[in-house]
């Protein structure tokens, strides 16, 4: 996902239709490692670059996230996928289809085959065909 792509998916996508608290929690313990000690390489939690106004959107829907009561076990530990350039505490509570939505084919071909995004946009592309 790239920061346009990213950006237009938080603005259309966040908390419209969220998943259950066990999903977002699965999700999040794949990113972690809280389960299996394992955590995704592609979870990156030193600084990264945002413009500006990304950084506000993104800021914008942390609040919303805390309003929603939205939140998962080691959230602590969530960073920002070095693959598609979200941030994953968002992230993990964005409904597969609107992650499948924005989200190339080619980023999507990039996730390792552990993670949890490939596992769902992969499962809504054969759904789909």
């Known amino acids: 996902m790239d920061l346009i792509n990213g950006v ?3 603005l259309h996508g966040f908390g419209r239709n969220p998943p259950p608290q066990e999903v977002a929690q699965a999700r999040s313990d794949i990113c972690t490692g809280r389960i299996n000690g ?7 939690k030193g600084s990264f670059s945002l ?11 942390r609040q919303r996230k805390l309003e929603l009561k939205l ?14 350039g979200c941030y994953l505490p ?5 409904d597969s289809q609107t992650i ?21 946009c992969q499962r809504l592309t054969t759904i789909s065909q």
Not at 51 to 61: E, K, L, N
Not at 100 to 112: E, G, N, R, V
């Open 8 to 10: 237009e998916a938080i």
């Open 38 to 44: 394992v955590p995704c390489p592609n979870n990156h």
């Open 51 to 61: 413009t500006a106004q990304a950084s506000a959107i993104i800021h914008a829907q």
């Open 100 to 120: 499948l939505d924005y989200t190339t084919d080619s980023t999507i071909s990039k996730f390792p085959d552990f993670c949890w995004i490939k596992r769902e």
């Open 71 to 84: 939140a998962v076990e080691g959230e602590s530990a969530l960073g920002v996928c070095r693959t598609c």
């Open 90 to 94: 968002l992230k993990v509570w964005f």
